[in-house]
């Protein structure tokens, strides 16, 4: 019979050299794991502000790209590749720049309110941004002029058919106009509600308002309703010429659930922001 002393110095050995690997490989992998997560959320902002593909390659006005990494800016190149995790680095860092606005609307960089912006990340993307007196927004600036906000991207949270939904709204600089969207974190069923990150259905958002207007297409901004809807069904079948159909997309089948979801998260998000919507919409139309 084994003695039992040195079975038990056997396990407690082996455990501890794997506690050891495992701690190293950890050690080792952080910041590769980090720098990838990092990566991915650049990728879902150029996304969302249409700077970047779904098939990979940068965009410029709507057609394919590549970087000029001498000056940071994009070239029209019909055979670009699709684009590195540098260079999406590289990109989102000249043209996208974090900020925060609070309930009055106003806009102050993380700098200025004295909070470090990774940790503001990690400590609220749980509950979500839209529910802080200091809420986070992103800076879009154009490809043709780094100095001009060309838009804002909005981060967006709800409740889908099985959990948590997590997205991007991203936004003309008229705060109304709906440059893109990304849906890039849920545990929706595949093939029914995980199409919300399909490029195809992802693809009927650009050019519909979040100011929703009534049935003679009247708009408030200080009442209307914000948001946007995914309808059941098709949005030319139940609204037709409906002026409501500027801010409505089609649902997906199977997936009613997932889409009230979706129209859910755009509402009570978009409302925590009413008052930096209305600010620079308001702005726009006085230019």
Not at 226 to 241: A, M, N
Request: charged share 20%; glycine share 8%.
């Amino acid at each position: 019979m084994d003695n039992p002393k040195r079975t038990l110095l056997f396990t407690a050995t082996l455990c501890l050299v794997c506690s050891l690997i495992l701690a190293f490989l950890a050690s080792v992998l952080k910041e590769p794991q980090e720098k990838a997560i990092r990566t991915d959320r650049y990728k879902e902002m150029l996304l969302s502000a249409q700077y970047l593909s779904q098939d990979g390659y940068f965009l410029l006005d709507g057609k394919k790209a590549r970087l000029d990494l001498q000056h940071v800016t994009l070239i029209f190149d019909d055979h670009a590749e699709n684009a590195s995790a540098e260079e999406i680095t590289m990109l989102y860092e000249r043209f996208v720049q974090p900020k925060l606005t609070n309930h009055s609307g106003d806009i102050a960089s993380f700098q200025e309110r004295g909070i470090v912006y990774e940790e503001y990340l990690q400590s609220n993307v749980k509950y979500g941004y839209s529910k802080l007196p200091w809420k986070l927004i992103y800076e879009v600036y154009s490809l043709k002029d780094a100095k001009k906000v060309a838009g804002y991207i909005i981060p967006v949270q709800g409740f889908g058919l099985w959990g948590p939904i997590y997205g991007l709204l991203a936004l003309k600089n008229n705060a109304n106009e709906v440059l893109g969207i990304s849906w890039y974190a849920h545990g929706e069923t595949p093939g029914l509600g995980a199409n919300i990150s399909s490029s195809q259905w992802q693809e009927q958002f650009p050019g519909k308002q979040i100011f929703q207007v009534d049935a003679k297409g009247n708009l408030d901004p200080q009442n209307a309703s914000l948001g946007l809807i995914v309808v059941r069904g098709k949005v030319k079948d139940v609204l037709g010429q409906d002026p409501r159909a500027s801010h409505s997309v089609d649902g997906m089948s199977g997936a009613t659930i997932t889409g009230n979801g979706v129209s859910g998260a755009y509402k009570n998000t978009l409302e925590a922001y009413r008052p930096f919507l209305i600010k620079k919409y308001e702005a726009a139309r006085a230019q």
